[in-house]
């Protein structure tokens, strides 16, 4: 079946560049997602990317998608304290009505 | 301010009892879906409504269950054949996009806790 991993824990200094990894197995995957979970809160919506396209940037954030890989990563520029949340990824096909989400990376942003 | 909410947020329960949580969106979205989160691990499905009076189960349905009777809400039933519900509970609704994208939008979560 169809399957999202990512790494479980990233940690980086305040002021770097956060690039968290994601890939999946489903290659009929049409969009990838990037959600947001801060400490006992509900995911929010990031960003996300058609799978015809390579790039897709927004503010501080950039979605880099390999398809040929079915590899996914998000950077984060500048990161800040505020970015310190789990992120997940996840993807959805066509026709399919359920995403299919990663077990999150937690990122830490320390001093 | 359109969005998902879900009440209670802290919920607490005595073993062998069932609990209902509530999900109510008001985005005039169609599909609504029920995600159970424990502790280090990601989202698990346990039931989705595409359209009113019609749900299926996900991927971990067993000792719940739902209903969908308007629209807007999407109460989710934690019966007391749950084995291990304590957990975090999340509720979303999608909109589609031409494509077949479905991008969630998510409740603030409810926490349930079995004494």
């Known amino acids: ?14 002021g770097d560049s956060s690039v968290i990894n994601c890939t999946y197995t489903d290659s009929s995957s049409t969009y990838l997602y990037w959600y947001k979970q801060e400490p006992g809160a509900g995911l929010q919506l990031l960003t996300y990317i058609f799978s015809n396209m390579d790039m897709k940037q927004d503010q501080r954030l950039t979605v880099l998608l390999n398809k040929k890989d079915k590899h ?13 949340a789990i992120y997940f ?10 995403l299919i989400f990663g077990a999150g990376t937690r990122l830490a942003v320390h001093p | ?11 607490f329960r005595k073993e062998g009892q069932n609990v209902t949580l509530s ?6 979205h169609d599909a609504m879906y029920w995600y ?14 595409q359209i009113v009076n019609d749900f299926q189960k996900g991927d971990i349905a067993e000792g ?22 304590t957990a975090f509970y999340l509720c979303a609704s999608s909109i589609q996009r031409a494509g077949g994208g479905h991008e969630q939008f ?3 979560g409810t926490r349930l806790t079995v004494l």
Request: hydrophobic share 25%.
């Open chain 2, 106 to 108: 998510f409740g603030p």
């Open chain 2, 23 to 28: 999900c109510e969106q008001n985005l005039n």
């Open chain 2, 64 to 85: 719940y269950s739902v209903s969908r009777e308007k629209k807007e809400s999407f109460p989710l039933t934690v019966t007391s054949a749950q084995k291990n519900p």
């Open chain 1, 89 to 98: 990824c996840a993807e959805s096909s066509s026709g399919y009505n359920k």
């Open chain 1, 1 to 14: 079946g169809e399957d999202v991993e990512q790494s479980l824990f990233l940690s980086v200094r305040e």
């Open chain 2, 36 to 49: 159970r989160q424990d502790p280090g691990q990601g989202l698990r499905l346990i039931y989705y409504s």
């Open chain 1, 72 to 84: 996914l990563s998000l950077r984060i520029a500048d990161t800040q304290t505020g970015d310190s």
């Open chain 2, 1 to 11: 301010d359109g969005g998902i909410t879900q009440s209670p947020k802290y919920l």
